[in-house]
């Protein structure tokens, strides 16, 4: 079963407006979230990462929110550059025992920003 | 402070092979991770290891296998290659102990079996 899930699996934004990723799991033991980005042929690049004591964390243009009741996350880009477009992936991980080191990935979302 | 590194970049087996993927951390980083990613399976997780030894394994066959040295720096090991092994293979690294840590990735191994 996918416990992580990128159900949009393309976005395209024009430069300087927002990009608006969503992530969806199904797992509530997942205690931490994260974003990545990558290019072809390249390993993820972290981008931002939040935990479920929290809602929200920001870092320059990216922010991550976290809504558990709704097992929703999202990252958004304020404002969209051209050179974010790549391939965004959200992944889950949990606490100890079968948790260690262990991250789920979604299918991730190819963003296209365009100039 | 330098990245994960991993190598060789790019590698061509036949079925049947065995092959071994190295993998250097972090300085500092004690925890190693190993996923596969094939373009029908996404991201899949394969193994971690901390303090030389191995701490959690995904659903893939025995023919994956790793260790992890003194010095934190991984292998892993695939023997009896299949076409289906054919995949980038990542290696990631974070500072461990605990499971709720960033981890941050290699450039990958992208493995190919003919």
């Known amino acids: 079963d996918q416990q992580v899930k990128q159900n949009s699996p393309s976005l395209s934004v024009q430069e300087g407006r927002i990009s608006i990723l969503n992530c969806d799991y199904t797992?509530?033991?997942?205690?931490?979230f994260l974003w990545y980005k990558k290019y072809p042929a390249e390993g993820p690049t972290f981008l931002i990462s939040i935990s479920s004591i929290k809602d929200k964390n920001e870092d320059g243009r990216f922010t991550v929110f976290l809504n558990k009741s709704a097992k929703h996350l999202s990252l958004h880009i304020v404002p969209s550059q051209p050179g974010d477009s790549a391939v965004y992936f959200c992944a889950a991980g949990g606490k100890g025992g079968t948790s260690y080191g262990k991250l789920t990935f979604g299918q991730g979302t190819i963003l296209t920003v365009h100039p | 402070k330098a990245g994960v590194t991993q190598t060789p970049r790019y590698l061509i087996k036949t079925r049947g092979q065995q092959v071994t993927l190295s993998c250097s951390p972090i300085s500092g980083h004690r925890s190693v991770s190993w996923y596969q990613q094939t373009p029908g399976q996404g991201l899949q997780f394969l193994f971690e290891?901390?303090?030389?030894?191995?701490?959690n394994k995904g659903n893939f066959p025995g023919r994956f296998s790793g260790r992890q040295f003194s010095n934190s720096r991984s292998e892993m090991n695939v023997s009896t290659l299949e076409l289906g092994d054919s995949a980038l293979y990542l290696c990631?690294?974070?500072?461990?102990?605990?499971?709720?840590?960033?981890?941050?990735f290699g450039p990958g191994t992208r493995l190919l079996v003919l």
């Open positions: 290891y901390f303090s030389e030894t191995q701490r």
């Open positions: 797992n509530s033991m997942f205690d931490y």
């Open positions: 990631a690294s974070s500072l461990g102990p605990t499971s709720s840590e960033t981890q941050y």
